[in-house]
């Protein structure tokens, strides 16, 4: 659905994106993440074909966004990052101009208004003034602009910008049930809700591309120290010193403790779970154990050390990401 070739996009000498490369297939929901200014919006601009690269190129439901910029529009529904709206115009009247537009008939795009409408829980505001809306609904117009028109594919950049936490997970489910129908590229700063819904993320930093897998493959991959907390009743003390000279086991850290439970945070190796050797030690004894938990890398943990790593990547790190 998306080919991407060593694009590079300069502006007044300044590069925001390097030669980059990378593919999404057709029926993915992939998440475009890294850190502000990276790049993001510049790469969605050339790709919805507002603006043109400096170098390489990138192809659209196989049409070249330079040659045929009229047939890939066509095929994109695309979200800006500030949603540009008709303030004056009401929700309905918006929607039908835009897919007018786009190129549908009266009655065809009155179907799909309300459709849209439907699909973005719009059609109780239906009737109102744009300008008056909260942004949360000023965002769902937004959408339902970008996806009016049934496009295969849909662009979002970072559609849940400025939207309350309750919004945010309405959006996770609504961009979950888009999938279905539609080929997702989305630009968010939300980790936890890319995790739920893009089978597969592409992060940037500083114009170059740093990693291209499934969120669970880049978390696997992070080479963190596990950790497992440890609530237990007992000498703390004396607990700590043992759990040390657990194989596997790097550090101990006695954390709190408050009407005799104590609070054990224990650092092991890398991809070792000591949670059974902690649990028979702490059980032998003859202490009591309230809570014993490891904790999971989430793929924030994966995002800040990838953008954090000092150092570029070699030539064949980068093609593999792109492949
Ligand atoms: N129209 C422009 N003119 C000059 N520089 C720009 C322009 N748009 C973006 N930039 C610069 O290009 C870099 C990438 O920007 P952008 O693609 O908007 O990043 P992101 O969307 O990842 O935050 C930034 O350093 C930004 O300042
Ligand atoms: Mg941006």
Redesign the pocket.
Known sequence: MIQVNHLTKR??G?T??DSISFEVEKGEIVGFL????????????ILTCFLSASEGTARVAGYDTYEDSIKVRQHVGYMP?NVPLYPDMRVVEYLQFRARLKGLRYKEARRAVAEAMDICSLTEVDHKIIATLSKGYKQRVGLADALVNKPDLLIL?EPTNGLDPNQIRQSRDLIKRLGERHTILI?THILSEVEMTCGRVVI?DK?NIKACDTPQNLIRRLRRPGEIMLEMQGDGEAAAKKIGKLEGVKSVKKTESGNQWVTLLIHTDPNIDAREDVFNLVTKSGWKIRELASRAASLEDAFVDIVQRPGELTKKEVADAGS
Do not use: F
């Open positions: 502006y007044a300044r925001a994106v890294g850190p502000n200014g990276a790049g993001k919006s510049t790469t969605l601009r990052e950049d630009s940037i114009g």
